[in-house]
């Protein structure tokens, strides 16, 4: 169990660029999660995989953003155009199915 | 209101004390209520989980729950300084797919 494995750790980008951050899951775990956390708040749901499906989006995740996970394995999140109120921790959790959440460590995005 | 409210502290007590925190919930079809311990930077990591009515220990966390009263709490005993945190309560609702509400996190001190 190597744990879940987020990369970069940090992104600091000018507004209106696109980034994209990636997320390896615990490999047994067949749902993966994003979440969005700023500072002084609790993470807000973005958006849930079962395997390779993706089966919820959140309100928050607006068109500018896009999930992936291809053949079930990793995940991918993009943000297209940022925007400096996309400046957040962006975490990814994963999970087998009757367990609590394992977080990865985050991508921490600053827009500037 | 928000679904899951927590006092957002700071809570500060002394080493050796008992800390208490308190979350309360808005949706009665809630069913897994986790707490959540995140220190400053770092990630939140599952510290307890509690399904059914009741006290649930573990070493010295007991978790409390009381679906009628739509309350749930942590207590820590024996308070130590590395126990220094933010606390986050969550909750999942049932065909959720196990979507996690998280409270804003209560911060706390445990003072030397």
């Known amino acids: 169990d190597t744990g879940v494995s987020q990369d970069p750790r940090h992104k600091i980008t000018k507004r209106g660029q696109n980034v994209t951050f990636r997320c390896d899951p615990i490999?047994?775990?067949?749902?993966l999660y994003w979440y969005r956390q700023t500072l002084g708040q609790g993470p807000e749901f973005l958006t849930y995989f079962q395997n390779e499906a993706q089966l919820e989006k959140s309100r928050l995740l607006s068109n500018r953003f896009s999930a992936e996970r291809p053949k079930g394995s990793f995940s991918t999140l993009e943000i297209q155009r940022t925007e400096q109120g996309d400046s957040a921790m962006y975490l990814c959790?994963?999970?087998?199915?009757?367990?609590?959440?394992?977080f990865g460590s985050g991508t921490r995005l600053t827009v500037v | 209101q928000k679904e899951v409210e927590q006092n957002s502290g700071p809570l500060s007590v002394p080493e050796g004390a008992i800390a208490s925190l308190n979350c309360t919930y808005s949706?009665?079809?809630?069913?897994?209520f986790f707490w959540y311990r995140q220190y400053s930077g770092k990630s939140p990591e599952l510290i307890m989980s509690?399904?059914?009515?009741g006290d649930k220990e573990d070493g010295r966390f007991t978790a409390q729950l009381n679906k009628a009263s739509q309350y749930v709490s942590l207590l820590i005993r024996d308070s130590q300084p590395s126990d220094s945190a933010t606390y986050l309560c969550?909750?999942?609702?049932?065909?959720?797919?196990?979507?996690?509400?998280f409270g804003s996190g209560t911060q706390l001190t445990v003072l030397p």
């Open positions: 969550a909750v999942t609702r049932a065909g959720s797919a196990r979507q996690l509400t």
């Open positions: 490999s047994e775990h067949n749902r």
């Open positions: 949706d009665r079809v809630s069913q897994s």
């Open positions: 509690i399904y059914s009515n």
């Open positions: 959790a994963s999970t087998r199915q009757d367990y609590g959440y394992t």
